[in-house]
């Protein structure tokens, strides 16, 4: 830890990174474990075939509530949250007034107008403040910052899971329950961001690392950093905000129009109302200049973000904005931004790598079979 900022922040799980022998990082101004001793490729087969512990701590968690609070929220956000049931889940964004995205998102709807919001670590100022500048006064906004996050993810993230709640055996995918440790209430999804099966759960910072411990005393369950966390997301087709996405990418630019509800769509019910409308509506009905795709790639070697997309003929048409190695797949797998009319499956494309070109075939996401639990 010597070699990093001390001004970094850190998680509640800090001490117990250390424990157990984690190389430490800066990631969004905290410093986080980027791969435990046995290796990424190691922690992210495990995380496939078993189950992997994540801290997520970084993440921002929000609460938002007061009367109005559902019809203020979908001003901001392309979703009908009138549709969740209590402790049903979405994912969702805060779009700017381009129809660029300012942060992708998990909203909870915990009650009728009480929302818990789960947003990315390097994106909290500007969530906030689109958050306090887009809602009424009247409604409070709570940011929880004594809260811990952590993740339970792979097949047998519920085995492990049930030994302590066995209530949350029965919980689909992007629903959430509460459940008790001792006296305290804890919050927990069946949600996460590896393509597997697993929850998410929001514990208080005091209570964090007994926790994690407890759970870790499962021989199923390892820790796993943010290499591995990486490598797991890309071969799931999962967006890294700063990467697949940012202000200036819409939705449907991102291949995430599924994300938005059919209400809010031309036609719906609640066809538009939320900032950036008049564009992403449009891109609904023409289309779009650019979209995301996957690349088969030929050979071994990854292919790396920023590398430029080029068609037969050499001329430039998009942009790989993540790429590396799969380990699940054993070869490589990226993710890039190609112009709309060369989207199709298996269009032959190349990635220039130090100006050579490397074939490719443009394919469909996600990489591997998604494990989710629908019930």
């Known amino acids: 830890m010597s070699e990093l900022d001390p001004a970094l922040l850190r998680t509640p799980l800090f001490d117990l990174h250390n424990k157990l022998g984690a190389r430490m990082v800066p990631f969004a101004g905290y410093a986080m474990p980027v791969q435990y001793p046995s290796g990424i490729k190691s922690e992210h087969l495990h995380c496939r075939q078993n189950a992997g512990l994540f801290d997520v701590s970084h993440m921002g968690q929000v609460v938002i509530s007061g009367e109005g609070a559902t019809a203020a929220l979908e001003r901001l956000l392309p979703a009908d949250l009138d549709a969740l049931k209590i402790n049903q889940q979405c994912y969702s964004f805060l779009t700017n007034p381009e129809g660029g995205i300012i942060d992708d998102l998990i909203i909870t709807r915990w009650a009728q107008d009480r929302y818990f919001i789960v947003i ?111 490598s797991l997301r890309l071969e799931a087709g999962l967006c890294l905000y700063g990467h697949d996405l940012d202000e200036q990418i819409t939705p449907v630019e991102a291949g995430l129009s599924w994300a938005i509800s059919a209400s809010r769509r031309p036609g719906g019910t609640k066809a538009g109302g939320f900032t950036g409308a008049e564009k992403i509506m449009r891109q609904l009905q023409k289309g779009t200049e650019k979209i995301r795709v996957g690349l088969d790639i030929e050979g071994r070697a990854p292919i790396r973000e920023g590398a430029q997309i080029v068609d037969i003929e050499g001329k430039n048409i998009g942009i790989v904005t993540s790429g590396g190695f799969g380990p699940s797949v054993e070869k490589p797998v990226a993710m890039a931004y190609v112009k709309s009319s060369f989207a199709s499956n298996g269009t032959e494309v190349s990635a220039l790598v130090r100006d050579k070109p490397r074939p490719a075939k443009t394919c469909k996401l996600p990489f591997i079979k998604p494990g989710y639990f629908r019930g």
């Open 120 to 230: 990315n670590a390097s994106r909290k100022p500007e969530d906030l403040l689109q958050l306090r500048e887009g809602l009424p006064q009247s409604l409070e906004i709570n940011e929880l910052d004594s809260q811990a996050l952590i993740a339970i993810q792979g097949p047998n993230a519920v085995s492990v899971i049930e030994k302590h709640w066995p209530e949350a055996e029965e919980v689909r995918f992007m629903n959430g329950i509460h459940v008790r440790y001792g006296e305290t209430t804890l919050f927990l999804t069946r949600s996460g961001y590896t393509g597997e099966d697993g929850y998410e759960l929001s514990i208080p910072a005091d209570l964090a690392e007994e926790i994690a411990e407890n759970l870790l005393n499962d021989e199923a369950l390892e820790p796993i950093g943010l290499g591995a966390r990486d």
